[in-house]
C-alpha cells in the first residue's frame, strides 16, 4: 500500500522508520518531511494545513492510508477532508481534537464522563478571574482555552505570578486562544504519558513515557518541547494503568461517541499520579513528541498494523507485541533553545554511526546546505536507543550523542534520571 505521512519533525521520521519496516508498505511519502526522513521515504513539499490540497495529493499519488501527525492539521480538519473524500486516514476529526484544541471543552468531557482531573473554572472576564484567583490562593495553574504552541499554562507558585498571568492572557496575549482562560486546581504528584489508540469504541495501550520538559540538567532552565523520553514508565504500574484505562480513557472514549463525535486516533493523555491515583493532566490528539521516538522504537514494523486496525474500526482484535525492553531518547537542540538560535549550524558525525533496530538517530530539524547537514530549528536531532535494561539504553544513547560533532548544539546528560535514580 502507498503511505503518505504529514509533518517534519523526529515524530513523524520515527513513524516512517517504523512504517517502512512494514512489509505492507509499498511506497512511503513524507511531507514535508526533513533531510533526515528523505533517508527512509520520499519527501513532497505540500501545504499539510490545506485540507484540499492533501486530498489532491493522495488522489494523484494514488496513497492508500495518510498518517497525520502534528495537530494543527488535526484542528484544521485535514482528517476529514480525506475521510469525506474516501481516502483512509490515522487521526481524529476537527470535531474530535476538541479535547487538544480547548482545555475547557476537556473539562466539559471529564465532568460528563465522572474522569478525576483538577478543580476548575472558566472565565473571559478578568475582573472575574482575579477574584477567583483571589480567593483560590496560590499554587495555582492558569490555561489559555486554546493552541497556544505550548506556551498556554502557567503554573503560578504566587498569587502575584497567577494575577499577571491572568492579566496577560485575558489581555490578549494568544490573541483568540487565550479569549478565555481556564483556572486550575494545582495538582503535586509525578507526571506520565499514557497513549492510547481508539477506533471510536475500543481501545489499545500503545505504551507509557515520560518527557523531560525543561531545557537543562536537574530539571532547570525554561520549558521546552521535551528534551528526550523514555518508555516505560515506571509510574505507570500495572493497576494506575487499569485505573486510567477504565476511570479516564474509556469513559472519555465512551463519552465523545455518545455525543456523536467518536474520536479516532491516537489519545495521549497526560496525567499527575499521586499515591497511586491518577488524574488527568491533558488531552493531547497526536503522538508526542519525543515520546512517538522511543515507542516507535519498541513497536517497530506492528505500527503500521496497529494504526491501521484504528482507522478500519477493528482493534477488538488487534494486540501490541512489546518485547521487554526499555527505549530512550535524547534530545539535541540548537544552542539557545528554547530561546532565540541560530539556523544553518554544521553537524558531522553521522555517517559513520550504526543505524539499526537498537540505534537510531531521528531528524528533527535538519536541512542541507552546500552538501553538508544544518540543524534548521530548534529541536534537531533525537539520538534513541533500545537497551534489555533502562541503564543500558541510555548508556547506548549517550555513547550514540558522543560521535555526533555539533558545535552548535547542546543536550541533557540526565535524561532517564528519575526512572534511573
Ligand atoms: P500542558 O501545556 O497542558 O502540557 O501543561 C504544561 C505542564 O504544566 C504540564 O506538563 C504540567 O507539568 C503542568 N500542569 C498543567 N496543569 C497542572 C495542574 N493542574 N497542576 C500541576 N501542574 C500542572
Ligand atoms: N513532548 C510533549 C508533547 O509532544 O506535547
Not at 517534519?8 to 511531507?31: M, T, Y
Not at 490515522?90 to 475547557?104: D, I, T, V, Y
Not at 490573541?175 to 482562560?181: I, L
Not at 477488538?316 to 532565540?340: E, F, R, S
Request: hydrophobic share 45%; charged share 20%.
Amino acid at each position: 500500500m502507498n503511505i503518505l505521512i504529514l509533518g517534519s519533525g523526529g515524530r513523524e521520521h520515527s513513524l516512517a522508520w517504523a512504517v517502512k519496516q512494514n512489509p505492507k508498505c509499498d511506497r512511503l511519502i513524507v511531507a514535508p518531511g526533513n533531510a533526515g526522513i528523505a533517508g527512509v521515504a520520499e519527501c513532497a513539499a505540500l501545504d499539510i494545513m490545506d485540507g484540499a490540497a492533501v486530498v489532491a495529493f493522495a488522489d494523484a499519488q494514488s496513497v492508500d492510508f495518510v498518517i497525520i501527525g502534528p495537530e494543527a492539521p488535526l484542528a484544521a480538519g485535514v482528517s476529514d477532508a480525506l475521510r469525506a473524500a474516501g481516502i483512509k486516514c490515522f487521526g481524529p476529526s476537527a470535531a474530535a481534537a476538541q479535547l487538544e484544541a480547548s482545555k475547557a471543552f476537556t473539562k466539559e468531557i471529564c465532568d460528563a464522563s465522572g474522569a478525576p482531573t483538577a478543580d476548575y473554572a472558566r472565565f473571559t472576564n478578568a475582573a472575574e478571574a482575579r477574584a477567583y484567583v483571589e480567593a483560590q490562593g496560590a499554587p495555582i495553574v492558569i490555561k489559555a482555552d486554546g493552541l497556544a504552541a505550548g506556551k498556554g499554562v502557567v503554573v503560578a507558585m504566587t498569587l502575584d505570578e497567577a494575577l499577571a498571568a491572568v492579566d496577560d492572557m485575558l489581555g490578549g496575549a494568544f490573541g483568540e486562544a487565550s479569549a478565555e482562560v481556564v483556572i486550575e486546581e494545582f495538582m503535586a504528584g509525578e507526571e506520565a504519558s499514557f497513549f492510547v489508540l481508539s477506533d471510536g469504541k475500543n481501545i489499545l495501550p500503545v505504551g507509557t513515557a515520560q518527557d523531560h520538559k525543561r531545557a537543562y540538567d536537574g530539571d532547570a532552565g525554561p520549558n521546552t518541547g521535551g528534551m528526550g523520553a523514555y518508555s516505560p514508565a515506571p509510574v505507570m504500574t500495572d493497576a494506575v494503568v487499569e485505573k486510567a484505562l477504565t476511570q479516564i480513557i474509556q469513559p472519555t472514549v465512551d463519552e465523545m461517541a455518545r455525543r456523536g463525535t467518536p474520536y479516532q486516533g491516537v489519545l495521549y493523555a497526560g496525567f499527575m499520579i499521586n499515591d497511586g491515583q491518577p488524574r488527568l493532566v491533558e488531552y493531547n490528539v497526536r503522538f508526542g513528541d519525543p515520546e512517538c521516538q522511543v515507542l516507535m522504537m519498541r513497536l517497530g514494523a506492528q505500527a503500521l498494523d496497529l494504526m491501521l486496525a484504528c482507522a478500519e474500526e477493528r482493534l477488538d482484535d488487534a494486540q501490541a507485541n512489546w518485547a521487554n525492553d526499555h527505549a530512550l531518547t535524547v534530545v539535541m537542540a540548537a544552542m539557545g533553545y528554547p530561546g532565540a538560535y541560530e539556523k544553518g549550524s554544521r553537524i558531522s558525525g553521522l555517517d559513520n554511526l550504526t543505524e539499526d533496530s537498537l540505534n537510531m538517530v531521528f531528524h528533527a530539524g535538519t536541512g542541507i546546505a552546500d552538501n553538508h547537514l544544518v540543524a534548521t530549528g530548534g529541536r534537531v536531532l533525537n539520538v534513541t536507543a533500545r537497551g534489555a535494561t533502562l541503564a543500558e539504553a541510555q548508556e547506548r544513547a549517550y555513547r550514540t550523542v558522543d560521535q555526533i560533532d555539533w558545535p552548535g548544539g547542546f543536550c541533557r546528560r540526565d535524561i532517564g534520571w528519575r526512572a534511573l535514580g
